[in-house]
């Protein structure tokens, strides 16, 4: 479980290509890594995927052929900057909002200008997600928990403030750009109960 709150801006070290799968080493930036263990979970760009090796620096880890059918990482390349937040430790402040993980899609930049010192970010979302999204709902974009301003059809807008820009990937989107997104885990639970009645 994660928050959608970054805690560092790290990079895609190396890239192997292992049939189907991936393995990756990514570089933590200014992650402290002191008390993860192999195992643990990072959330890279909105991405959950477990520790299999790490120095202080950098660690490894396995993308598996369905991480990289549902998400962008299919196009990561060596030198890709990533967001990072490690798993949520019990006690710990719960800043931005319960996110699993695990992706549900990946959405498109449409627009992006300027608000004020902040940027408004207008992103296409899959058909079959725009259902879960709700106007001043959370919405994960790579990684970071944003609220949503609005959602027309198959489109909805975020705000990004100047810490977001400043601290995560997102100051540098542009229009085209591909984003992983996780939709609020209640609205896919209510759903589920709502099926079953």
């Known amino acids: 479980m994660f928050t959608g709150i970054i805690q560092s801006v790290g990079a895609i070290a190396e890239l192997q290509r292992k049939g189907a799968d991936t393995r990756a ?5 200014g992650l402290d890594l002191s008390s993860i263990r192999v195992g643990d979970s990072i959330a890279v760009s909105g991405v959950c995927l477990t ?5 202080a620096k950098s660690f490894a880890v396995d993308i598996s052929a369905e991480t990289l059918r549902c998400t962008t990482f299919s196009s990561l390349a060596a030198g890709a900057r990533v967001n990072l937040e490690p798993a949520l430790a019990a006690g710990a402040p719960l800043g931005g909002h319960f996110v699993t993980g695990h992706v549900d899609g990946v959405g498109r930049v449409l627009d992006c200008r300027p608000e004020g010192a902040s940027r408004r970010v207008s992103i296409e979302v899959p058909h079959a997600l725009a259902k879960y999204i709700a106007a001043k709902g959370s919405l994960c974009v790579d990684g970071v928990s944003l609220t949503v301003n609005e959602i027309n059809g198959n489109a909805c807008t975020v705000n990004l403030i100047p810490h977001t820009l400043q601290h995560t990937t997102l100051g540098a989107l542009a229009a085209g750009a591909q984003v992983n997104l996780e939709v609020d885990i209640i609205a896919r639970y209510l759903e589920r109960l709502h099926a079953c009645r």
């Open 25 to 29: 080493r990514i570089a933590t930036g």
């Open 51 to 55: 520790v299999t090796e790490h120095d």
